[in-house]
């Protein structure tokens, strides 16, 4: 029974053990902070890395699945060794840097975006009480946002270094994105945040007697759509339309500086799918299974339903994707968080025999959300949706060869 209690959650127990070790043998306490972050950043090192070649191997097989062909199959049994395979070769090629780029922006580009990916994930809590999380912040998704924000730097200065068009569009297009859809996406976290009154992650969690994926729909809709966005996953991938600028902002990459793109993508994967796993998906918290077994189970189904949309859905356009954001989602935002303000008056001020928030506003917030996209998505298309008009020729005159520059606007 021991063992079991142990094993349900085995990283907070982990690190309990380790630190009344070295609380039991006399050492200072700054020494024994300095070494249980030592050993926090190893757990999470050993949790994020195996999950991302996962990731790897999963959307490599799931996609072929999807289009009807088999996937990687020769290294290791299903393949399994292939992203291994992968890491080997491009660890062996050659670095290049283009002759007239600013070679030190070059090299520092990369290393942001990685290492902002990973510091996102010291708040995480992947199991129970203050030793389930790292850094147990009371500004913990506060902290999230901030260091999330860190990647449009680290995009910026990868398109700027390589004196490369292409580069340089995709750059741009980046930032532009990325802002653009961080701000909904800010604002359906507020609607979290309400209903909790707390922006420690730890306590996010354990205000979910019901998963707030049943209590926010619409704020949950719109972090998702913006996390899209965010990572450049179809049909947001507008930042690398290879149709249109090759390769986007890390074009002129090669070698291990391409591969920590590549990672910082995967992790930045990881950290997305965790984080709509901690305020939408209750957590770790599961009936009967071990903790850990829950966080990861949803943590995989949140990153499979991203590869479903990206082996369905085709690429929108850079107009589309901009004008979703501010016509679309940053108004619902906003009505979200309102609506949400007043159901949180509303529980205090009538409800208040209830300790939790009230499961009723399930069936309204449902309805309510329903409704809302129905009616806002004709006023987007009113608006001109995601049209783009130059003087008097409008976008859907320009589809295909030989449109009419002179064709009247009706």
């Not at 291994?84 to 600013?102: F, R, T, Y």
């Not at 939790?356 to 069936?363: A, V």
Request: net charge positive.
């Amino acid at each position: 029974m021991n063992h079991w209690y142990y094993f349900v959650d085995l990283f907070a127990k982990v690190r309990t053990t380790l630190v009344e070790w070295l609380q039991s043998v006399d050492l200072p306490s700054s020494l024994i902070i300095f070494i249980d972050s030592i050993i926090g950043i190893i757990l999470i090192l050993l949790f994020v890395f195996p999950l991302v070649m996962l990731f790897i191997w999963m959307e490599r097989r799931f996609i072929a699945r999807f289009q009807l062909r088999p996937g990687p199959n020769r290294c290791g049994p299903l393949g399994l060794f292939q992203p291994v395979a992968d890491a080997i070769k491009i660890l062996v090629k050659e670095l290049i840097m283009p002759a007239k780029g600013d070679s030190l922006v070059h090299w520092i580009a990369p290393v942001i975006m990685f290492f902002a990916a990973l510091m996102i994930f010291a708040v995480f809590p992947i199991g129970k009480g203050s030793m389930g999380v790292f850094a147990d912040l009371n500004i913990g998704i506060l902290y999230v946002i901030a260091i999330g924000s860190l990647g449009v730097i680290g995009i910026f200065m990868a398109g700027w270094a390589s004196n490369n068009k292409y580069s340089l569009i995709g750059a741009m297009r980046g930032v532009a994105q990325l802002i653009s859809y961080e701000v909904p996406m800010v604002l359906a976290i507020v609607g979290v945040v309400l209903i909790v009154g707390s922006l420690q992650m730890s306590e996010i969690v354990g205000k979910q007697t019901v998963p707030f994926i049943l209590l926010q729909p619409l704020g949950f809709l719109i972090y998702f759509i913006g996390a899209i966005t965010e990572l450049n996953r179809s049909p947001m991938d507008m930042i690398e339309a290879d149709s249109e600028i090759v390769a986007g902002y890390f074009t002129e990459y090669s070698g291990m500086k391409f591969a920590m793109f590549y990672l910082a993508e995967y992790i930045n994967t990881l950290a997305i799918a965790i984080i709509v796993t901690t305020l939408f998906l209750s957590g770790w918290k599961g009936p009967f299974l071990p903790v850990w077994f829950w966080f990861v189970f949803k943590v995989l189904a949140v990153f499979l339903f991203l590869l479903w949309m990206r082996a369905t859905l085709i690429r929108l356009r850079i107009d589309q994707v901009m004008a979703f954001s501010w016509k679309f989602l940053l108004p619902m935002a906003l009505i979200n968080v309102f609506i949400t303000a007043g159901e949180v008056l509303v529980w205090d001020t009538w409800m208040s025999g209830w300790t939790s928030f009230p499961w009723p506003f399930i069936f309204v917030n449902f309805a309510i959300a329903a409704v809302l996209i129905i009616v806002w998505a004709k006023v987007f298309f009113k608006l001109g949706g995601g049209r783009v008009e130059v003087g008097r020729l409008r976008a859907r005159n320009s589809q295909g060869y030989g449109a009419d520059s002179q064709a009247p606007v009706s």
